[in-house]
């Protein structure tokens, strides 16, 4: 199975910030990697597919990067909206594995 | 607009069994594989199965293989999860997916989810 390992599991920013948060694979997941977004007590959104595609609706804020093993979800300016928990995930092969989760609160 | 909606969650005993359902609306639902996601309290996500657009390939995390299983009726755009000899592990919401689409493996749209609680 490809572990998928987030960094860090949490962090603190101020609206306004710069934020990235990294996710590194087991093994080589080429560009077979997603970024979901979690707000307390709703199910999680699509952000970021194929490493670097916006899914629909998503604001330009956000971006992403990598290829191979190592990967990283960047919000180029945070929005009081942000706050929440991000997972990366490999679509690679199943079975399918997210990330441990990053909690984005606010400072 | 994609919609997708989740029951049969309940409390249930170890050793029983529980059947979920999801009804889908606002997209071709015979054209799209499914997926189910599980979220334990307080815990992260993890993928339980997948389900393709026609019926006739699956794909299940290990630690649900021969008791939970993922079925479909594309006539009722209806996905199911029957759950059978329940754990105490199992215990979560249950998140019914779209997928993507083509060979894709990941979820663009999902459900509310059920809350499912395997316990004495």
């Known amino acids: 199975d490809i572990q998928m390992t987030q960094s860090p599991s949490s962090l603190s920013a101020s609206v306004g910030d710069r934020v990235t948060i990294t996710c590194r694979a087991s093994?080589?997941?080429?560009?077979?990697l997603n970024w979901y977004q979690q707000k307390p007590g709703k199910a999680p959104k699509l952000l970021i597919y194929?490493?670097?595609s916006l899914h629909s609706g998503v604001p330009s804020r956000f971006s992403g990067s990598g290829s191979g093993t190592d990967f990283t979800l960047t919000i180029s300016s945070l929005q009081p909206e942000d706050f929440a928990t991000y997972y990366c995930q490999q679509s690679y092969s199943t079975p399918l594995t997210f990330g441990g989760g990053t909690k984005v609160e606010i400072k | 607009q994609v919609q997708l909606v989740e029951s049969g969650g309940g409390v249930v005993q170890p050793g029983r069994s529980l059947r979920l359902s999801c009804v889908a609306s606002g997209f071709t639902f015979s054209s799209y594989a499914m997926h189910w996601v599980r979220q334990a309290p307080g815990k992260g996500l993890e993928w339980v199965a997948t389900l393709s657009y026609d019926g006739n390939t699956k794909y299940y995390a290990d630690s649900v293989k021969g008791r939970l299983t993922i079925s479909r009726d594309n006539s009722k755009n209806t996905l199911f999860l029957q759950m059978d000899s329940l754990r105490a592990e199992d215990t979560a919401l249950y998140y019914c997916a779209k997928n993507y689409g083509g060979n894709s493996l990941f979820c663009d749209y999902w459900g509310q989810g059920t809350l499912v609680t395997v316990s004495s």
């Open positions: 093994q080589n997941i080429r560009t077979y």
């Open positions: 194929g490493v670097s």
